[in-house]
């Protein structure tokens, strides 16, 4: 199975938007809904920000939303704030039962 | 609130056994909702699920592909936890690795990270 493919890195000024891509297969990404959005800070573990494609968890900003079309799904970021600035990761479920993970895309706020 | 708290060793020789142990509060391993995963993330891999364990009215395992051959992850019912045995270790097995909770939104519950390095 491989990694979704993402950007290494995306970068906007603060109150701007910024969006990653997560593209993967017609067996990951494209077959089902359960794809899921992380944020991580430099030495904390992921923090689920998106999750079954487009819905926060409680605590989530709403400046973050998600979508999906085909085999590629997206992370938007609107409003940009500095504490934004992070490493971000997808997930997608699989055919084969397991779960994927995308490269990562390090955001920077200028 | 869940919580997972991961023991192990930091360090396992070559050809040997790297095993890890998620001790679960706040929830049960033996859940009929969710699912116990472990994912390690190292800087030439990236983050990696490798596989998971739950319960519905039987147990069930997955495993992903790239270490099938070498893991096993076992529930633990008398101490409500779970654990990880990856065996032949290689340097590339070199990582931090996460013991985390899938519930229905995700990977919502993650141990706090043990890094392990294969190394004589």
């Known amino acids: 199975q491989s990694a979704l493919t993402q950007p290494p890195s995306v970068s906007g000024s603060p109150g701007q938007s910024v969006t990653i891509s997560c593209t993967g297969t017609?067996?990951?990404?494209?077959?089902?809904?359960?794809v899921s959005w992380y944020q991580q800070p430099p030495g904390t573990a992921p923090k689920v920000m998106i999750y079954?494609?487009?819905n926060r968890p409680s605590g989530v900003p709403d400046r973050f939303s998600g979508s999906k079309s085909g085999n590629t799904a997206s992370l938007t970021i609107s409003g940009l704030q500095a504490e934004d600035e992070a490493d971000y990761y997808c997930s997608s479920y699989t055919s084969s039962s397991t779960y994927v993970f995308g490269t990562g895309t390090k955001v920077s706020v200028l | 609130q869940v919580q997972l708290q991961q023991s192990g060793p930091g360090l396992v020789k070559p050809s040997q056994t790297l095993s890890l142990t998620c001790a679960i509060s706040?929830?049960?391993?033996?859940?009929?909702?969710?699912?116990w995963n472990w994912i390690r993330q190292s800087p030439s891999r990236g983050l990696e699920w490798l596989g998971r364990t739950y319960y519905r009215s039987k147990w069930y395992r997955d495993y992903a592909v790239s270490v099938k051959s070498r893991i096993t992850i076992n529930p633990d019912t008398s101490n409500n936890q779970f654990s990880l045995q990856l065996n032949s270790v290689t340097p590339e097995d070199t990582a931090v690795y996460y013991c985390a909770k899938n519930a229905n939104w995700g990977f919502a519950y993650w141990g706090q990270g043990t890094l392990v390095s294969v190394s004589s």
């Open positions: 706040g929830d049960s391993v033996s859940s009929n909702s969710g699912t």
């Open positions: 017609s067996s990951d990404v494209g077959s089902y809904n359960r």
């Open positions: 079954e494609v487009s």
